[in-house]
């Protein structure tokens, strides 16, 4: 096994967390635990604020899910990728050789 395969591995299990997360985000729904209507409390100015409230919840939850959604879909391009084409992984999974010896930049 390659170095590079370890890596490959990394890039699939980020996927697969990010997958996660985003799931148990939809199965949270945060927003849901803001009261809709008049919240028991009709005619309150509050009302509308608790209704502006939750719509922003909601959509900053959809955007999250939104983007985890797509880290998780860009990791497994990327190892499926690298799986497929060895001189990808090489090139760009590789760690460069470090120099040990020679002139040092001033």
């Known amino acids: ?8 591995e990394k890039i699939r299990g980020t996927g697969k967390a990010a997958t996660r997360v985003a799931d148990g985000l939809r199965g949270a729904k945060c927003s849901a635990t803001v009261p809709t209507g008049d ?18 919840l909601q959509d900053r939850e959809q ?12 990791m497994v391009k990327a190892a499926d990728l690298y799986s ?13 050789v470090q120099s040990t ?6």
């Open 63 to 74: 955007g999250y899910e939104r983007r985890l959604d797509a880290h998780a879909a860009s």
């Open 1 to 8: 096994m390659a170095g590079y395969d370890v890596v490959i």
């Open 101 to 106: 010896g020679g002139r040092k930049p001033v």
């Open 84 to 96: 497929g084409r060895e001189d990808a992984a090489t090139a760009d999974l590789s760690v460069p």
């Open 39 to 56: 919240a028991g409390m009709p005619g309150a100015r509050c009302v509308g604020k608790l209704a502006e409230v939750k719509h922003v």
